[in-house]
């Protein structure tokens, strides 16, 4: 079952702009991942934040993570051409879930030349 | 440092034949996870292996299974092929549980 819901479906902005992504799940978890795919290709991994923390950067990534809402987002500044991939958040059940990461469907973005 | 590696990077077969996928992890890496990606979805959870063990599996059916051998490469067999096996088919491994996973590349198998 899906546990990260990623949001919008698809982003398509102009090269320079910043990309917001929203993630949102629903148990509690020990940490949340981000990763990005590029077309047809494994994940790569992006940034982690524990269930402690409530922001964390990572060049020009900016994950923030509110654990009340159970959501987090991540933020990517002066978008390139190369961002263009789908990202995905993944999510840990507390306690240990042994699915290991539950990932969610994935934010396609689109950068504009 | 070589990362996950997958083989084949292609495969075809026809239904009801059956798909044999391999993935060698990064070096000192125990736990080998393996997903499935259909078309327009999400990674769906097939199995964990860890020290040679199966940890656990998802929500498939028993045609889907596979092992972990002592170099902790692994295996993913899939009998009795139906069409809507067609998927790219990802292997990742980490350091312990719930690290970072890092991903091969996949193997697309396409069942025709």
């Known amino acids: 079952s899906q546990q990260g819901e990623e949001d919008p479906q698809a982003l398509s902005i102009q090269e320079g702009e910043n990309a917001t992504m929203n993630c949102s799940y629903k148990?509690?978890?020990?940490?949340l991942q981000w990763y990005r795919q590029n077309s047809g290709r494994g994940l790569v991994h992006l940034i982690l934040?524990?269930?402690?923390?409530r922001e964390k950067h990572s060049g020009r990534l900016r994950v923030t993570l509110d654990t009340s809402k159970k959501s987090s987002s991540l933020l990517i500044t002066a978008s390139r051409a190369a961002d263009t991939a789908s990202y995905f958040c993944?999510?840990?059940?507390?306690?240990?879930?042994?699915?290991?990461?539950?990932f969610g469907k994935g934010t396609h973005l689109i950068i504009q030349p | 440092e070589a990362g996950v590696t997958q083989s084949p990077t292609h495969l075809i077969k026809t239904r009801g034949q059956q798909a044999t996928l391999r993935c060698s992890p990064i070096?000192?890496?125990?736990?080998v996870y393996w997903y499935q990606q259909a078309l327009g979805l999400g990674l769906q959870f097939l199995l964990w292996?860890?020290?040679?063990?199966?940890?656990n599996r998802g929500n498939f059916p028993p045609r889907f299974s596979g092992r972990q051998f002592p170099n902790y490469s692994s295996e993913l067999n899939v009998n009795a092929l139906e069409l809507e096996d067609s998927a790219l088919y990802l292997c990742?491994?980490?350091?312990?549980?719930?690290?970072?996973?890092?991903f091969g590349n996949g193997t697309r198998l396409t069942v025709t």
């Open positions: 934040i524990r269930s402690n923390e």
């Open positions: 070096s000192g890496h125990t736990s």
């Open positions: 993944a999510t840990d059940a507390e306690g240990g879930g042994a699915d290991g990461l539950t």
């Open positions: 990742a491994s980490g350091s312990f549980y719930n690290s970072p996973l890092h």
């Open positions: 148990t509690s978890i020990n940490n």
């Open positions: 292996y860890d020290e040679g063990e199966e940890r």
